[in-house]
């Protein structure tokens, strides 16, 4: 099946995110989004440490952005570049050291 491997973020909206879905669907293409936080060597070192039990029980965790967050113009015409941007890495890394988080 081909494939479409976009970049973040997908559209500038949800509305249109949602519209492109069965655009690929229709076609036979597999739209898939890339995630690229997790080859970071940081966060592939937590996860090592999380995993082998070094820090041992983890029972809180967070992410903090240490960076500036308009690098690009096009990032700052949309606003609220960290939560629209950003926060997709840090919810993904969240899961890859956690697990998908269960709902019950």
């Known amino acids: 099946m081909p494939e479409i491997l976009a970049q973040k ?15 690929g669907e229709d076609t036979g293409i597999l739209l898939s989004v890339n995630q690229n936080m997790r080859d970071d060597q940081s966060v592939r070192a937590a996860h090592h440490l999380l995993a082998t039990g070094t820090l041992g029980e983890p029972v809180f965790a967070t992410l903090d952005l240490r960076g500036i967050p308009h690098w690009q113009p096009w990032q700052a015409e949309i606003g609220s570049a960290s939560l629209k941007i ?3 890495h840090h919810l993904d890394c969240m899961r890859h ?7 019950t």
């Open 86 to 88: 950003m926060s997709i």
């Open 9 to 23: 973020p997908l559209a500038l909206d949800y509305a249109d995110a949602l519209a492109a879905v069965p655009c």
């Open 97 to 103: 050291w956690f697990g998908d988080p269960n709902r």
